[in-house]
């Protein structure tokens, strides 16, 4: 029996159909239009996803790239700086005086002849004719101790303007201390008689540029020979002799303000005292060909070191360094200066090369040496002759200048260049 469905399927299939191709064809009208390019339609706006993956052949999703992963970057090495290699200057320095630079004039009194410069004063002639042991500016004046025949001297004063000395004068001066500010000087006594030699009873002084009228004297009638070391504000610092021939003698200390007088026991004959007053220098044993000095902390009295080769002369203005010479010279002046740590005796530096007449610090850094060299004739057969100047050295370094320009000079006034803070 044949069935009776057959038309009402294919009638449902075919309206199926039909919907389909119409539903088709209302979309087409519905959705964007087709470029004329022949390209895609553009989506809509945030309709594309920020990453569409692609298709695979096989009709799956495709799988997450795996990320790159960057290797770290190798650092370029850097190389590092060489050391650099520095040689210390050399202990012992040789000089010749005519290949020295020129530098500037030294900064401290000097004497030329008989013309006291330097100092930050101006330049005075010391009138008369007498040979002149020691000259320095203290406030507006200038003081010089005048040698005279056997053995003795006196303080003559004039001021920094004046053409002659004033008429007061202090009779047996031979030492004269002032401090690097010029306020405050000390000197004192060591009198000769003719025919005589040393006499008992001296004294010392000590005065301030602030008033002028302010002197005082401390009298000592036992002592042979009184010399002033170091003068610290208010106080003098002072050798006393205490026989006629000065083999035995002591450090004392005076309070000028209130006029005690303490007597310091370093251990042996006082010979020098640093600007500060806190150490001096006393004999140590030896022979008499080569003595031995050795310095002593004046507050604890106790030797710090010794040195059988070097005398030592002076120091520097912060009591660093040490200004020594050899212990035994030929009269002729000093074949070398050395620069010695104050402290522990080691040798800095040492110049040699030339004579040396005195040596001074100029500051921490630089000292100030008279040097003289070469012998020759002066014309028309007049008495040999020497190159001579003084010289400023630095310490650090060992280099030297010219501090005064080099002058050719009979060799018997080799004396006429005097740094006026040096030893006598």
């Known amino acids: 029996m044949r069935s009776t ?8 299939a075919a309206v199926a159909v039909l919907a389909v191709v119409a539903g088709g064809a209302v979309a087409a009208t519905r959705g964007p239009k087709a470029q ?23 009709g799956q999703p ?9 290797p770290p970057a190798t650092p370029t ?8 290699q520095t040689t210390p200057p050399p202990t012992d320095v040789k000089i010749t005086l005519s290949k020295l630079p020129k530098g500037r004039p030294p900064q401290v009194t000097y004497l030329a002849g008989r013309v006291l410069r330097g100092g930050g004063g101006p330049a005075v002639t010391i009138p008369g004719t007498e040979n002149i042991g020691q000259a320095v500016r203290f406030g507006d004046q200038i003081l010089v101790v005048l040698q005279q025949d056997q053995g003795g001297g006196e303080l003559a004063r004039m001021g920094a303007y004046d053409t002659g000395f004033a008429s007061q004068r202090i009779a047996g001066v031979q030492s004269l201390v002032v401090t690097p500010d010029g306020r405050h000087v000390a000197y004192g006594t060591a009198k000769h008689s003719p025919g005589v030699g040393s006499v008992r009873g001296n004294a010392v002084y000590w005065e301030t540029s602030d008033d002028v009228s302010g002197r005082r004297t401390l009298q000592r009638p036992s ?15 002072f050798e006393s002799d205490t026989d006629s021939n000065g083999i035995t003698s002591t450090l004392n200390a005076w309070q000028s303000r209130t006029g005690k007088v303490s007597r310091i026991n370093v251990g042996g004959r006082p010979h020098r005292m640093n600007n500060g007053g806190t150490a001096a220098v006393h004999s140590a044993g030896g022979s008499p060909q080569n003595w031995c000095w050795a310095v002593a902390d004046i507050e604890t009295t106790l030797q710090q070191w010794k040195t059988c080769e070097y005398d030592l002369r002076g120091f520097t203005p912060s009591e660093t360094v040490a200004i020594g010479t050899p212990t035994q010279t030929d009269g002729s002046g000093d074949p070398l200066i050395a620069a010695i740590d104050a402290d522990d005796g080691e040798v800095l ?45 630095n310490i650090d370094t060992g280099a030297c200048q010219l501090a005064t320009p080099l002058a050719r000079t009979p060799e018997a006034r080799t004396g006429d260049l005097h740094l006026t803070g040096a030893w006598g």
Do not use: M
């Open 62 to 70: 495709s799988a997450k790239p795996a990320p790159v992963t960057t």
């Open 36 to 58: 004329s390019s022949g390209q895609s339609a553009a989506p809509l706006p945030g309709s594309t996803p920020a990453s569409t993956p692609t298709p695979s052949g096989s």
């Open 349 to 393: 530096r040492q110049w040699t090369g030339a004579k040396f007449v005195h040596a001074v610090a100029e500051d921490d850094k630089h000292l100030l040496i008279t040097a003289y060299e070469g012998r020759g004739a002066l014309p028309l057969g007049r008495p040999p002759a020497t190159d001579s100047a003084i010289i400023r050295c």
């Open 5 to 12: 469905n057959g038309p009402l399927v294919a009638g449902v």
């Open 77 to 84: 090495p850097v190389a590092k700086p060489k050391p650099v």
């Open 223 to 237: 002592d042979w020979a009184t010399r002033v070391l170091a003068v610290v504000g208010d106080t003098v610092y």
